[in-house]
């Protein structure tokens, strides 16, 4: 499938980490750097990167020394959190018909993007996947029995989410006339971006699951020493 537009969520604080998580530096380039790299290889060429106040001075420099920086515009994130950011950059492209939609600092192998746009549920909405090696306090995929078909996101669960399931790792690509312009209202309208996939997947639209050979997400120092032994800097790294 063709997709050609990416939206960018790069307004976080990085409380745990200590810094800027969009401005870090992860082999030599920015995260946001590195995911706009990588979905140039599955032919994006327009990028939404939605900023905050705190680091919408430093989004720009960065997005200004990219390649062909026409093809990407700033936006501030209209709201508190990361779902009115994804509101925010869903808004802006609301009459797409296909579209990412991208957390940044999930560190992911280099084609990612480009056999995820391969594969990807048409109309509907594919996630990037990963079976966790460990206990992780995030999001993770609920399927209907036998299948890779999502039945629905569980956020925070208590405990965690437990070794063996599949994370939900906010690379995500939503696609159909319909699909985006719904996710984005309704986004919007719950202040949840997880509900509104969630709501959208129990009336009926397609969900499926896009595993990868490795990930890490970045959220602290040890997570981040963990992504670079994952990701040496010698050579890109393939999905699954």
């Excluded at 705190?54 to 994130?77: G, K």
Aim: hydrophobic fraction near 45%.
């Amino acid at each position: 499938m063709s997709t050609q537009t990416a939206v960018l969520l790069a307004a976080g604080h990085g409380t745990r980490l200590g810094r800027d998580k969009p401005t870090l530096l992860f082999n030599g380039e920015s995260l946001l750097a590195r995911h706009i790299r990588q979905a140039r290889l599955a032919g994006v060429t327009e990028f939404v990167v939605v900023a905050g106040l705190h680091n919408e001075d430093h989004i720009r420099q960065i997005t200004a020394a990219i390649p062909d920086p026409h093809e990407i515009e700033v936006v501030l994130q209209q709201g508190p959190d990361a779902h009115a950011a994804a509101a925010t950059g869903l808004e802006h492209i609301a009459d797409r018909h296909v579209a990412f939609v991208c957390g940044i600092t999930d560190i992911v192998p280099d084609d990612t993007y480009l056999t995820m746009a391969a594969s990807a549920a048409d109309p509907g909405l594919t996630i990037a996947a990963f079976v966790l090696e460990q206990t992780f306090v995030g999001g993770m995929l609920d399927f209907h029995p036998g299948t890779h078909n999502i039945r629905r996101i569980v956020e925070r669960p208590p405990g965690g989410c437990p070794p063996g399931r599949l994370v939900n790792i906010w690379i995500h690509h939503l696609a159909g006339a319909d699909f985006v312009p719904q996710i984005a209202k309704r986004t919007r309208e719950l202040g949840d971006y997880e509900e509104a996939v969630n709501e959208a997947l129990a009336r009926g639209s397609h969900g499926r699951a896009h595993i990868i050979s490795d990930w890490e997400a970045v959220k602290d120092p040890a997570s981040l020493t963990r992504a670079h032994a994952r990701f040496p800097a010698s050579g890109p790294t393939a999905a699954a």
